[in-house]
């Protein structure tokens, strides 16, 4: 069974870090593409940050890249956001997910965790 759990949300204020973390099973973690995906109510779904397979290559949604930073470990079937310098606007549900290639398309990713809360206060 394909699973996806992702931790490490909570309420901080503007200025702190957090750091996501995406535990996955079900699956052959190294064979797919990871993905994080952010989401506010009544909004659609936005790209936050991809990596590859083995972690060639990295990308990052050119307004967060000087804040957040995407990583895996293949050895512990883990994915995970460093999100720094928060802001109250980066307040969403955050979501990972995989996908067969790199992609910032959310259509074309396959598994989906739940998603965890992330509140910036002001």
């Known amino acids: 069974q394909v699973r996806l759990e992702e931790s490490g949300g909570g309420l901080v204020q503007a200025g702190d870090s957090l750091r996501l973390s995406c535990a996955a099973s079900?699956?052959?973690?190294?064979?797919?593409?990871m993905g994080w995906f952010r989401q506010v109510p009544g909004k659609e779904r936005e790209f936050v940050a991809a990596?590859?397979?083995?972690?060639?290559?990295?990308y990052h949604e050119t307004s967060k890249k000087e804040r957040f930073t995407i990583s895996r470990d293949n050895t512990k079937n883990a994915l995970y956001l460093q999100m720094n310098n928060l802001k109250p606007e980066d307040t969403a549900t955050y979501y990972c997910a995989a996908a067969k290639n790199l992609t910032w398309v959310a259509e074309e990713y396959d598994f989906w965790g739940q998603g965890t809360q992330v509140t910036v206060s002001s």
């Open positions: 079900g699956f052959s973690f190294v064979s797919y593409c």
């Open positions: 990596i590859s397979w083995r972690s060639e290559t990295a």
